[in-house]
């Protein structure tokens, strides 16, 4: 069954499922990935991207191996535009990845929440961010970023919530999201697509 089939049950969401099917992808190299997603924060999508490319062209021909990146200096990382904050934050991802041997083949055999709790130990890595690697890095189809703020004011919009009280819209996507289960990756997807037209 489509994704989409499922998800036009919800009246109001299948008003904005027009446009192309998503396709998740699985990446490789997922611990690289992590630190893109790092990089990435509170950036626009055009400006990380830049940075991002930065980041790997330190490294030619390959993407860097975790020990490539812990042995690359503060002052070049901070050189391509990576703030001090995120620089420490990058480089706790490494000593993570390395002490925990956070592998691809690793993180596939784990089930979603296993993976936030795992991951959320590393220092500046947030639950956001793991949902982020979850949905555009493993592949998961089944993740619901409440706390990310263009999912909100969308949700806002769309199903005329109150934003006022944080905690109470939260509660209120949460529960107009089960019916999305098991492809609330897929609804995030066009709920950006559809407050970023």
């Not at 390959?62 to 070049?76: A, G, M, R, Y």
């Not at 769309?158 to 289960?181: T, V």
Request: a positive charge.
């Amino acid at each position: 069954m489509s994704y989409k089939k499922h998800l036009q049950k919800d009246k109001r969401l299948a008003a904005i499922l027009k446009g192309d099917t998503h396709v998740l992808t699985l990446q490789k190299n997922i611990p690289i990935r992590l630190m893109a997603s790092i990089i990435s924060q509170q950036l626009s999508t055009k400006v990380a991207a830049i940075i991002f490319d930065r980041f790997l062209a330190l490294y030619p021909g390959k993407k860097p191996t975790i020990q490539k990146v812990l042995d690359t200096s503060e002052e070049t990382l901070r050189g391509i535009g990576i703030s001090y904050a995120k620089i420490k934050y990058i480089y706790a991802v490494a000593n993570f990845c390395q002490v925990h041997t956070i592998t691809d083949k690793k993180l596939a055999q784990l089930p979603d929440e296993a993976i936030i709790d795992l991951l959320v130990q590393i220092n500046g890595v947030g639950k956001w961010t793991v949902q982020m690697l979850l949905m555009f890095s493993l592949g998961r189809e089944n993740v619901f970023a409440v706390d990310d703020l263009g999912i909100q004011q969308a949700m806002v919009k769309l199903y005329r919530l109150d934003p006022s009280n944080k905690k109470e819209l939260k509660a209120k996507m949460l529960s107009i999201s089960e019916a999305w289960s098991p492809f609330k990756t897929y609804a995030c997807l066009h709920l950006w697509r559809w407050k970023d037209a």
